[in-house]
RNA sequence: GGUCCCUUCGUCUAGCGGUCUAGGACGUUGGCCUCUCACGCCGAAAACACGGGUUCGAGUCCCGUAGGGAUCACCA
């Protein structure tokens, strides 16, 4: 399989999509896979709807995640270019190819007449297709429709699928051009995908329908068609197609929760492919194994559970550092001032228990800014009793030269010893005392990383802050 | 409604006719560890939609049924 050739065709009508990254990552693994070509072309012939925010939200979201585009946007290359608003020259010679051979016709029917025929037809139960009725008229002016092959079937060898066939009977005269001059959607991939030497078309399912109809132009045009495989669709939790109300979709909705890419990238990745029992893959990985044959035609539900589990993994197998380095934008946001190295020691003890980055700043607040005091805490951990372990503690702190674990740990053996107490006796009134609340990393962690100033001094309020026996 | 696709634990999946008393992962759950929360470790519950075939033998092949999804635009 050389020169192998695929592209992600999304339209610039909105934020890239789950969906859509799954698609583009298919396809990008598949070019990756096989040293291929992999393109991203933007079709944006619906201008009312198309805007340059969601073309860069496209493009933004794939290089988030780490796909890189050989052709498209910025990069053009032989085929291009690679909008299709810019491509129109391309689309009205083959327009005339097919009015020349008779495969294209024009029909004068309007939008409101289609409409009613369409809803008389569902009425009475027939096929609501388009009845032909300008199909010899030899129209000069008018929307140009394709004369459509209604006899025999259109066989698809879907790579993915398998082999799907369709009875012509249900193909109608589709429209290829509007009255506005533009193309349609089923005539425009056509031309593009051919003229552009597309050997692949892996796109998701929803367009399996549209495949006889796009083969009969390939045919009518003269071009070879290329291999299809339709992925099947990402499903929410109710088994529908995953959309807005199911929750975030936009890939960078993502970014801003705190995941990473590679959690998006692997994640997204299992959902229809999979190499045995393997879950965890990096890109290389992904790249090295993928394949088609092992693409599942089934439907899968995303599951933001089994998300987290692979984001918590990657927090937490990543070198701190570029943690930290993720972290500083969030940090930022929140008008903390903190260097990345300070950050990255927080992120060393606050990851093990973190899902996202997001996680990671709402866990760690007190080590940033002076923490809220928790009443339940407070109450249950400050207490008359606790007020003369927490005094001998500062004492002992004041005068510790290194304010590191191991003589942390010293003396707080030593209020041990002296006080006949448990380590979770002086420990967790500790914790309340400088997080304002029972969870945190391990006590001497927290200690050492907001060091000794304002340990004390949190130490200090909360004795002063409790009321004797 | 027509057409097309899909159907293994709640979810993602392994399985490509015998090695399946069906494996892994997320989640759920019992226990251990423990200065809290987690992590980690050890265990548990949990699935071949149903009915017919084909075959010596079917989760695996075929046909129905049911359920789910997609699609039927001068949108892509």
Not at 108 to 136: N, V
Request: net charge negative; glycine share 8%; aromatic share 8%.
């Amino acid at each position: 399989m050389d020169n192998v050739r695929v592209r992600f065709a999304p339209s610039p009508t909105g934020y890239l999509h789950i969906g859509g990254v799954r698609t583009a990552l298919f396809n990008w693994l598949y070019a990756r896979r096989h040293g291929g070509t992999f393109i991203l072309r933007i079709e944006d012939t619906d201008q009312a709807r198309s805007t340059d925010e969601s073309m860069n939200a496209i493009i933004q979201g794939m290089d988030w995640c780490g796909m890189d585009y050989d052709e498209g946007p910025g990069k053009e290359g032989p085929h291009g270019p690679y909008f299709q608003t810019q491509r129109l020259d391309i689309y009205k010679e083959h327009i005339d190819r097919l009015l020349a051979n008779g495969r294209a016709y024009r029909c004068k029917c309007t939008p409101e007449e289609l409409d009613e025929r369409r809803k008389a037809a569902m009425a009475e139960g027939r096929p609501p297709k388009y009845d032909g009725r300008c199909r010899d008229l030899g129209l000069t002016e008018g929307v140009i429709r394709f004369r459509a092959v209604e006899e025999g079937k259109t066989v698809v060898n879907d790579l993915i699928k398998g082999t799907v066939t369709f009875d012509n009977s249900v193909m109608d005269d589709l429209i290829i051009m509007r009255t506005d001059g533009w193309p349609t959607y089923n005539f425009a991939v056509v031309v593009d995908d051919a003229t552009m030497g597309m050997t692949h078309v892996l796109r998701g399912d929803d367009h399996l329908n549209n495949t006889p109809r796009q083969i009969q132009i390939y045919e009518a045009l003269g071009y070879k068609t290329p291999e299809f495989g339709h992925l099947s669709m990402i499903l929410g939790p109710d088994k529908a197609r995953l959309s807005k109300r199911h929750g975030a979709t936009s890939i960078m909705q993502y970014k801003e929760m705190g995941y990473l890419p590679e959690s998006m990238v692997n994640y997204l990745v299992r959902l229809g492919w999979s190499h045995g029992d393997q879950e965890i893959f990096s890109m290389q990985e992904m790249v090295e194994h993928f394949s088609l044959d092992t693409v599942s035609s089934s439907a899968a539900v995303f599951n933001p559970d089994k998300l987290k589990w692979i984001n918590h993994h990657y927090i937490n197998n990543k070198p701190a550092g570029e943690i930290a380095g993720l972290l500083m934008p969030f940090v930022a946001q929140e008008g903390w001032a903190a260097g990345q190295d300070y950050v990255e020691k927080v992120v060393l003890v606050q990851r093990e228990k973190c899902s996202t980055l997001v996680e990671i700043i709402e866990a760690s607040r007190y080590f940033f800014v002076e923490p809220e005091m928790d009443p339940k805490s407070a109450e249950k951990f400050l207490t008359a009793e606790t007020n003369p372990v927490l005094q001998r503690l500062i004492e002992l702190l004041e005068f510790m030269i290194v304010f590191t674990h191991e003589p942390l740990e010293e003396a707080f053996h030593k209020v041990m010893e002296e006080t006949g107490l448990k380590m979770g006796k002086v420990a967790q009134p500790v914790r309340v005392a400088l997080t304002g609340g029972v969870v945190s990393p391990g006590i001497y962690d927290v200690l050492e990383i907001l060091g000794r100033e304002k340990s004390l001094d949190r130490l200090k309020r909360a004795v002063a802050s409790i009321t004797p026996a």
